[in-house]
């Protein structure tokens, strides 16, 4: 099956700096997909991005599906940004049955 | 309703007893799914439904597991013989169509499954 790396594992910031979270994996893909744990285990999705760039607020995201990686970009981070930032994709060989989901970042904001 | 719901928000259970999860998606949504999450790790695919059929249920780690849907909407995800593995979060996600089309999909909060 396709492989989803995450990359870091851990990230802890102080309040206000940015950050990149990266997403790489082995297959080309037809949904990608971002979402947060928060710290309660809600999972939100944040952006639906097979290709190209979002922005929303921020956040922000982009893929190059054709080198097979996302990143998610994370502004101004605040302490309520903390949690565990998920990558997930689906094959193209795929039709709307399953996500594959990254191992996660887990990322610490301090005041 | 409004989101996701899912029953129970926690379970303890002995080994060996069979356990029922429900899960009631968002209305209308026609695609449903099964994930469980371990502590500390990502997401494992159980089972797909789209209306009351399930499409793939690849995902399901063994026939120990089952799951059903009725009416386009409540399902129900059965272990039975629970095992010490089985412990985990039972996360249930619906979308308006399947996730190919971009629709966004919405977890519930899942069911806290631990086995003693």
């Known amino acids: 099956g396709i492989q989803v790396e995450q990359s870091p594992p851990d990230l802890i910031l102080q309040e206000g700096a940015n950050s990149t979270l990266r997403c790489n994996f082995s297959d080309s893909v037809n949904n990608l997909q971002w979402f947060h744990q928060n710290p309660w285990g809600q999972l939100i999705n944040l952006f639906y991005?097979?290709?190209g760039t979002k922005q929303n607020g921020r956040l922000s995201a982009t893929t190059v599906a054709t080198e097979r990686y996302s990143l998610l970009y994370i502004s101004s981070s605040q302490t309520t940004d903390s949690g565990v930032y998920f990558c997930a994709v689906e094959r193209k060989e795929t039709s709307g049955s399953r996500l594959t989901f990254g191992e996660g970042t887990q990322l610490t904001v301090n005041p | 309703g409004a989101g996701v719901s899912q029953s129970p928000s926690n379970k303890v259970t002995e080994k060996g007893k069979d356990v029922e999860l429900r899960c009631d998606p968002i209305s209308g949504h026609t695609a449903l799914y099964w994930y469980r999450q371990s502590l500390g790790q990502g997401l494992e695919f159980l089972i797909y439904?789209?209306?009351?059929?399930?499409?793939?249920k690849s995902g399901l780690p063994s026939d120990r597991f089952s799951a059903e849907r009725t009416g386009g909407s409540v399902s129900t995800l059965t272990i039975q013989r629970t095992q010490q593995e089985d412990s985990a979060v039972y996360l249930c996600?619906?979308?308006?169509?399947?996730?190919?089309?971009?629709?966004?999909?919405?977890f519930g909060e899942g069911s806290w499954l631990t086995v003693v």
């Open positions: 991005i097979p290709s």
């Open positions: 439904f789209q209306g009351n059929s399930a499409p793939d």
């Open positions: 996600a619906s979308s308006f169509m399947p996730q190919g089309s971009g629709n966004t999909i919405y």
